[in-house]
Structures are given as C-alpha cells and as structure tokens.
C-alpha cells in the first residue's frame, strides 16, 4: 500500500527550484533530472523563446512590473509530469503564480548566503536581474529571502557544496517521495 502510494507520486510529481539569481537553480536542475530521469525545464529559456526576446531585453522594455507580470503569466501555463522546473530569480513577486507552482510541484528553496551568491553576481546586468536600479542586492537579498521561506516545501542550504553534492542533497529530502 504505502509502496503503491510512493510509486503514484513519483509518477505525478513535479519539482520547481526556487531560489536568489545565481544559486544554481539552472546548474542543479539539470543535474537532478538527469539524476531522477525526469525532464528539465527553464522558464528563463521558456520566456525568452515564446517572447522571442533575451530576459534583459524584456526588462529594459516592459519594466520591472512588465516583466514579472510575464512570467507570471508563463509560470500559470505550467502542468506536466516527472519534470524537474527551474525557476528565475524573481517569481516570487506573484502569489497566484506561486500558488499554481505549489499546486503542480513540490517547491524546493536553494538557499546560499549573500557573499557566496556575490561572487557569482558580477554580471548582474547582462543576468538581467529583476532589480530596481536604486535597490542593492544587499537589500534584494534581504526582501526577497522571506518570501522564498514562505513558498517552498522544502529548504536546501547549499553552503560551499558543488552542483551535484546539492542535486544528491535533493534526492535525499525527497526519499519519501520518489
Ligand atoms: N553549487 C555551486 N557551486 C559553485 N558554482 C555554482 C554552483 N551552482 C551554480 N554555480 C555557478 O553559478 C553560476 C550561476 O548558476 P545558475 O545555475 O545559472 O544559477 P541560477 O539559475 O540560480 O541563476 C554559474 O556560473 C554556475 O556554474
Ligand atoms: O532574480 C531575478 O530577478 C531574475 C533571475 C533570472 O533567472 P535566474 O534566477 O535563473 O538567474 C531571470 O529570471 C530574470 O532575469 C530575473
Ligand atoms: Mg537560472
């Protein structure tokens, strides 16, 4: 019976990575799925093909609220199965769209201390990070790290792990599941 149960979520579920730009969303997921022999999708490559235009390009000409109206909108038309789900950075910044994502996926929460994440910023231009231009990515850090805690299911502290120790530690939280 439990057996059976495990086998039926394992076959439905879905897991969203949620997480500051640059904690290795992107890196992990990949590496989970090949790890699950799930699919992988990044809703960065996703907007950006079906908007046809780069991440930076959609801010620069939607604006901040344009562009994390968007994704929200991307995020709603999610729905499969066995698919490992990276997010961006920023989807947080919509309730409706989180409350479809935790619908769909359990959502795991890569957390990385600021100066770990800082010596993977330096390009935070060309990233195209959701931020105010008069906003720090001291205080992104600090308004963004709540709302990450509030959504997600699950909580990995990456520390100084590598790509695949964090993946491995994925794994390990979902035991019960897959
Ligand atoms: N655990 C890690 N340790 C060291 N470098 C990492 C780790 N995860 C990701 N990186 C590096 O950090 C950068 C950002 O990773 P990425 O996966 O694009 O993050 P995200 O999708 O969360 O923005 C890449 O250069 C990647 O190689
Ligand atoms: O955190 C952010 O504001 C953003 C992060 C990016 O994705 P990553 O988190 O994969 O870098 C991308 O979605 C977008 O440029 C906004
Ligand atoms: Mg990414």
Known sequence: MIRQRKKEISQNLNLALIGMPAVGKSTVGVILAKQLGFDF??????????????????????????????????????????????????????????????????????????????????????RGVAIDPSNSIDSLYKERTPLYDKFCDIKITCGQNQPGQVAADIAAALADKI
């Open 41 to 126: 999708l990044d809703t960065d490559i996703l907007i950006q093909t079906k908007e046809n235009m780069s991440l930076a390009q959609i801010i620069k000409k939607k604006g901040l609220k344009g562009f994390l109206d968007i994704e929200a909108g991307h995020l709603l038309g999610l729905g499969g199965k066995r698919r490992v789900i990276s997010t961006g950075g920023s989807v947080i910044y919509r309730e409706q769209a989180m409350c479809h994502l935790k619908e769909i996926a359990t959502v795991i929460y890569l957390h990385a201390d600021l100066p770990t994440l800082l010596t993977r910023l330096s390009d935070i231009e060309a």
